[in-house]
């Protein structure tokens, strides 16, 4: 009987035909937005993780008190021991040292006078130790757009916006004035061997980046840094494993008398991302949720409809002796296989526009210019697992249940008045 049901649904299209599409543009367009929704989420986390507050950060407690003024005169000293304990601590942790630092590049003429000057945050991170994969964490290469990535530790990075305010090119010398962790004044001069997009307003306007260990000379912070920044060894965020490392990390020092003692924060706990990653979170799956509830509507109409209009052909079949229990049943059966259908087309068509949208992207860049906080600049789709079957909960048993609504109808029919009907 199923085989023959089948190739009525293949044959017969003027009662599969509709629903089919129906139900493929419904669980197509459902399947997509999931599908971006998450991919959003997930790129938002995963660019200020590592742009700015990794999956954890490790601080000293007053450097965290006042974050906000990068304060490296409270910077974390005794580098080297603190990675060896948390490398033997949380071994499903990697952890890179990063050096945050404020001062004023100057551009010299040939005689050495000042041409222009500007205001940047300078970043120190491992340029030369692949090991630590910061090159790729910050997409330093794919960000390159003019120029190369430094290849001694006297070449310096800009960012293209800011070169472009300095009016610098490759090759060109500029001189960095700023201070110590001391309070020492510093006058330290680069050759600028490339300039990057970060792709974010924030770091846009006025970054620079040098080594980290050129960093550490010139800050005087020798076995130092401002932040150690902890990434998971999948690079996927685990809420729920960062915030029980922050509280074991914490509780070790919780007693100490340091006052410059370490202080560990997940990502969540940071910039106030916690209320932000619920806040999307909660109507991520609110906005799904009501997508999903209303094509559960449209394909549950269409099952009805489909199945009210087909009453004359269940009387004929009810007068030519086919019982009704078996004509119900049938009608679901034939429902399920179209629903089936239309499901895996939509679900088809759906995985394969997030992963267009994953590989492409649309650009957003222009609507951040003023943003102020650490966003993507490119919205992605991302594609999960539960992709491949969340379409069929509004495509499959959403059809089911309006041809099982639908259906009850026949057995109110009247035997004895199809004949009745048949002759008109």
């Given amino acids: 009987m199923i085989n023959f049901l089948i190739k009525g649904i293949l044959r017969d299209r003027t009662k599969s035909l509709i629903p089919i599409c129906v139900i493929t543009i419904g669980v197509s367009i459902t399947v997509f937005m999931a599908g971006f929704v998450k991919g959003v989420m997930s790129d938002f986390v995963s660019t200020t993780a590592k742009l700015d507050s990794g999956h ?26 603190l990675t060896r304990t948390l490398d033997s601590s949380f071994p499903n942790l ?31 991170i491992h340029l030369f130790d692949k090991s630590k994969g910061e090159l790729a964490r910050l997409s330093i290469n794919k960000s390159l757009i003019r120029g190369s990535i430094p290849n001694s530790p006297d070449e310096i990075i800009l960012s293209e916006s800011f070169s472009r305010k300095l009016k610098v090119n490759p090759g060109d010398l500029v001189t960095y004035f700023g201070a110590t962790m001391e309070g020492s004044m510093v006058f330290e001069s680069f050759k600028m061997s490339g300039t990057v997009n970060f792709g974010n307003p924030v770091l846009d306007k006025s970054t620079f980046i040098i080594d980290f260990n050129e960093a550490q000379k010139i800050l005087d912070m020798e076995n130092g840094t401002g932040e150690l920044l902890g990434f998971f060894n999948n690079d996927i965020y685990d809420d729920v494993s960062s915030l029980k490392i922050e509280k074991s990390f914490n509780a070790s020092y919780e007693n100490s008398s340091d006052e410059f003692a370490p202080i560990m924060v997940s990502l969540r706990n940071q910039n106030d991302l916690g209320s932000t990653i619920d806040l999307i979170n909660t109507f991520s799956s609110i906005f799904i949720f009501i997508f999903v509830l209303a094509m559960s509507m449209v394909l549950w109409n269409t099952g009805l409809i489909g199945g009210l209009r087909r009453f004359q052909e269940f009387g004929i079949r009810l007068a030519i002796g086919e019982s009704k229990r078996h004509v119900y049943f049938s009608l679901l059966i034939e429902s399920f296989f179209i629903g089936l259908i239309g499901s895996s087309i939509g679900t088809f068509l759906g995985v394969s526009f997030c992963y267009y949208m994953q590989e492409n992207g649309i650009d957003i860049s222009a609507a951040l210019e003023n943003s102020a906080i650490i966003f993507p600049s490119v919205l992605k789709a991302e594609v999960t697992p539960d992709l491949f079957y969340i379409g069929f909960i509004p495509g499959l048993l959403s059809m089911v249940f309006g041809s099982s609504l639908s259906g009850r109808g026949i057995f109110r029919r009247n035997t004895a008045n199809l004949f009745k009907e048949l002759e008109v």
């Fill in 94 to 124: 990697k952890w890179v040292p990063r050096i945050k630092f404020g001062g004023i590049l100057d551009v010299p003429d040939k005689n050495g006078e000042t041409i222009l000057q500007g205001p940047g945050i300078g970043l120190g």
């Fill in 56 to 81: 954890l950060k490790i601080m000293t407690k007053p450097y965290y008190e006042n974050k906000d003024q990068i304060p490296n005169d409270l910077a974390i000293l005794n580098l080297s021991m």
